[in-house]
């Protein structure tokens, strides 16, 4: 499916472009903002690659994974993903992640890229499951998912090594039936 474009209240999801390097550098270059993310900061051209790689992934026929720029007032302030599980294909499930420019946290834009992930993996793609891991320590993080409906499962202990040490990290996840009841969705 491509391209993808949705709007919510305040923020949009859309494709990435190539000339969007310089925004996404403001969110994954910036070492408050990939604090609690799996990689340590990035750098211009590590950045530039990604976007590369995103943009020729989101062309291919059967497509797994959605990486989106979250745009507000035409701008781009973060970077949405939805990856369809393919380890088991035809169990419809699908794990998100977002991150935003520190200067628009706080505004609720975090909440509604999220929103808009869930609506892209329920109500587009037909998920029936969606799971977030975080870091344990990023309590904004589990509010965005706790306040959309995701429920906390869970503590993977020692899931990823980030900057020389093992993390654990917390999952959180929402079924379609929990989805649909929470959005009065037929």
Known sequence: ???????GDGVGLREFAADDVDAVLAVYGDPVVVE??????????????TLAGVIEAAKEGLRREYSLAVVAADEVIGFARLAVDAQHPGQ???QIGFALRADRWGHGLGSEAVRL???????????HRL????SPDNATSARVMSKLGMEEEG??????????????SVVHSILEDD???LNDIQ
């Open 1 to 7: 499916m491509y391209p993808i474009s949705i709007t």
């Open 36 to 49: 609690h993310l799996s990689f340590e900061p990035r750098n211009r051209e590590q950045v530039a690659a």
């Open 92 to 94: 419809s499930s699908g």
């Open 117 to 127: 992930l869930l609506r892209l993996g329920f109500e587009v793609l037909g998920l």
């Open 131 to 134: 799971w977030g891991a975080r």
């Open 155 to 168: 503590r993977i202990r020692g899931h990823l090594k980030v900057r020389g040490s093992w993390r654990d």
């Open 179 to 181: 989805w649909r009841a």
